[in-house]
């Protein structure tokens, strides 16, 4: 038949060929079933996790009777020479599978014979499990590590920012004054919920597959709580089917990240437009900045328009899992093998972005004068009615009087400071003669001393607040 032919011309014994499988087999596979097969371009990252867990496997295998002391001395010291060759840059073979099947060839030229009795009683799904959780628990912690760089940045900025007045906007028009700082402190804090959810997730890997073997569980008694606890696990998972075919912790570490890319997009966004001609409020760092291969002028902000386009790599990541997982049988599937693509490449997308973003944030020049100038009088349209209020006026009435005088305002070509002082009186007997010193941003931000509020009083505790935030981080 052709099928065995084609087989029979590809023979499992080949040399240099290392498989972990094949022995039921009369020939060996097809080159295009190789291809598609080998994942090792993707998974040779988890290497020293992999070293990791087996040192601790072989250890677990001698109280359960499958090496003597000496041997898995043997193989200890072994993996770490195996460890040293990978991270000397080993040369890969074509017939080297996955990082699991690279591991044990090379474990077989290190440490001879005694490596073939390390592959008791586990099976690479309840290895890449294991690896793969261990990557995870190691990417998140230096994911939050450069996070808390950039929330630092955005904290020491801010710190200077206190005393500068800025509109804020709702629907990107100018609303109501605010100070800097707290527009900074804004970004800041939805930062703080995504090292919660990273946290969260990292939470999730810390549960400890190995021992479940392929589904069953291992036949060798190996002592898993103290495995896990060497590991650095917190627990252990209470059932090996489900322990080989949970990818959840992968979820939910891309749904964090895919949050934090949508918090860095608005913070992206925010800049780019302050750092536009029209807007003015920032410029950017000699450092951070790109020229046009054209026009002599530009300052562009590349890194912050990548920024923005981070969610559409990294939300796309989390659909491609959750489409990879939906409808597998339980127990593990190759279909898995796709589970490391989009993880990794959420988590290498972070790890580039958020230097580049915090590099950006600590060179941002503001411009006091121009956030300033941007505030006009019509933003203080609310504090006159709110002063309304306390002359008793209702805030209905109030907000009609005052809307009249925008209008006539508009009218006439002025802001509500331009307008004649009579022209408030008769709007409504509530805006008495004072009524015009409302119209003071630096008045309108000293009213806002609420938590939380823009007040500058308020913004200090936010800030003392913050700080003591990001020292627990
Ligand atoms: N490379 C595989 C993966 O990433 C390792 C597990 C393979 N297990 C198996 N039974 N073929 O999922």
């Given at each position: 038949?052709?099928?065995?032919?084609?087989?029979?011309?590809?023979?499992?014994?080949?040399?240099?060929?290392?498989?972990?499988?094949?022995?039921?087999?009369?020939?060996?596979?097809?080159?295009?079933l190789?291809?598609?097969?080998?994942s090792?371009?993707?998974?040779?990252?988890?290497?020293?996790?992999?070293?990791?867990?087996?040192?601790?496997?072989?250890?677990?295998?001698?109280?359960?009777?499958?090496?003597t002391?000496?041997?898995?001395?043997?193989i200890?010291?072994?993996?770490?020479?195996?460890?040293?060759?990978?991270?000397?840059?080993?040369?890969?073979?074509?017939?080297?599978?996955?990082?699991?099947?690279?591991?044990?060839?090379?474990?077989?030229?290190?440490?001879?014979?005694?490596?073939?009795?390390?592959?008791?009683?586990?099976?690479?799904?309840?290895?890449?499990?294991?690896?793969?959780?261990?990557?995870?628990?190691?990417?998140?912690?230096?994911?939050?590590?450069?996070?808390?760089?950039?929330?630092?940045?955005?904290?020491?900025?801010?710190?200077?920012?206190?005393?500068?007045?800025?509109?804020?906007?709702?629907?990107?028009?100018?609303?109501?004054?605010?100070?800097?700082?707290?527009?900074?402190?804004?970004?800041?804090?939805?930062?703080?919920r995504?090292?919660?959810?990273?946290?969260?997730?990292?939470?999730?890997?810390?549960v400890?597959?190995?021992?479940?073997?392929?589904?069953?569980?291992?036949?060798?008694?190996?002592?898993?709580?103290?495995?896990?606890?060497?590991?650095?696990?917190?627990?252990?998972?209470?059932?090996?089917?489900?322990?080989?075919?949970?990818?959840?912790?992968?979820l939910?570490?891309?749904?964090?990240?895919?949050?934090?890319?949508?918090?860095?997009?608005?913070?992206?966004?925010?800049?780019?437009?302050?750092?536009?001609?029209?807007?003015?409020?920032?410029?950017?760092?000699?450092?951070?900045?790109?020229?046009?291969?054209?026009m002599?002028?530009?300052?562009?902000?590349?890194?912050?328009?990548?920024?923005?386009?981070?969610?559409?790599?990294?939300t796309?990541?989390?659909?491609?899992?959750?489409?990879?997982?939906?409808?597998?049988?339980?127990?593990?599937?190759?279909?898995?093998?796709?589970?490391?693509?989009?993880?990794?490449?959420?988590?290498?997308?972070?790890?580039?972005?958020?230097?580049?973003?915090?590099?950006?944030?600590?060179?941002?020049?503001?411009?006091?004068?121009?956030m300033?100038?941007?505030?006009?009088?019509?933003?203080?349209?609310?504090?006159?009615?709110?002063?309304?209020?306390?002359?008793?006026?209702?805030?209905?009435?109030?907000?009609?009087?005052?809307?009249?005088?925008?209008?006539?305002?508009?009218?006439?070509g002025?802001?509500?400071?331009?307008?004649?002082?009579?022209?408030?009186?008769?709007?409504?007997?509530?805006?008495?003669i004072?009524?015009?010193?409302?119209?003071?941003?630096?008045?309108?931000?000293?009213?806002r001393?609420?938590?939380?509020?823009?007040?500058?009083?308020?913004?200090?505790?936010?800030?003392?607040?913050?700080?003591?935030?990001?020292?627990?981080?």
């Amino acid at each position: 038949m052709k099928g065995h032919t084609t087989r029979a011309r590809h023979p499992r014994s080949s040399a240099g060929s290392h498989q972990l499988w094949g022995g039921r087999f009369a020939g060996g596979p097809h080159p295009a079933l190789v291809a598609v097969n080998r994942s090792i371009d993707v998974d040779l990252r988890l290497w020293p996790f992999d070293v990791q867990l087996s040192k601790a496997w072989a250890s677990t295998l001698v109280p359960a009777r499958v090496l003597t002391a000496r041997e898995a001395g043997r193989i200890r010291r072994g993996l770490d020479r195996v460890g040293r060759r990978i991270a000397a840059g080993v040369r890969i073979l074509p017939a080297d599978e996955d990082v699991h099947t690279l591991i044990d060839r090379l474990l077989h030229e290190e440490a001879g014979a005694v490596a073939s009795r390390l592959h008791t009683g586990r099976s690479r799904n309840d290895q890449v499990a294991t690896a793969s959780r261990l990557y995870t628990m190691h990417a998140i912690d230096s994911t939050i590590g450069k996070m808390g760089a950039l929330m630092r940045t955005c904290l020491d900025r801010a710190e200077t920012l206190t005393g500068a007045l800025m509109p804020a906007y709702t629907h990107l028009q100018r609303a109501q004054p605010v100070t800097a700082a707290h527009w900074l402190l804004a970004h800041f804090w939805a930062l703080t919920r995504d090292v919660e959810r990273l946290r969260a997730a990292r939470r999730a890997a810390g549960v400890m597959p190995l021992g479940s073997g392929a589904v069953a569980g291992s036949a060798f008694r190996a002592n898993r709580r103290r495995l896990a606890r060497d590991l650095g696990f917190h627990s252990i998972s209470p059932n090996s089917i489900d322990a080989v075919g949970d990818r959840d912790f992968m979820l939910e570490t891309l749904f964090a990240l895919a949050t934090l890319a949508v918090h860095a997009s608005r913070l992206a966004e925010d800049l780019i437009l302050f750092g536009s001609s029209e807007f003015g409020f920032v410029r950017f760092g000699d450092a951070f900045s790109t020229g046009s291969s054209m026009m002599p002028q530009k300052r562009n902000p590349d890194a912050l328009e990548l920024a923005r386009a981070f969610p559409g790599r990294v939300t796309g990541s989390l659909m491609a899992l959750l489409m990879v997982l939906k409808g597998t049988p339980s127990g593990y599937n190759k279909d898995f093998q796709e589970d490391k693509r989009p993880l990794f490449d959420a988590l290498d997308a972070a790890a580039l972005l958020l230097p580049a973003i915090t590099g950006t944030v600590r060179t941002l020049r503001f411009d006091r004068q121009r956030m300033r100038s941007a505030v006009s009088s019509a933003m203080m349209a609310t504090d006159l009615a709110d002063q309304m209020v306390r002359r008793r006026a209702s805030f209905r009435e109030a907000h009609a009087a005052v809307g009249s005088l925008v209008r006539q305002a508009e009218e006439t070509g002025t802001d509500l400071s331009g307008l004649d002082p009579a022209a408030f009186a008769k709007a409504h007997p509530a805006l008495g003669i004072n009524a015009r010193r409302e119209l003071d941003p630096e008045r309108s931000v000293r009213q806002r001393e609420i938590e939380g509020g823009t007040g500058p009083l308020a913004v200090r505790r936010q800030l003392t607040e913050a700080m003591r935030m990001l020292d627990k981080l």
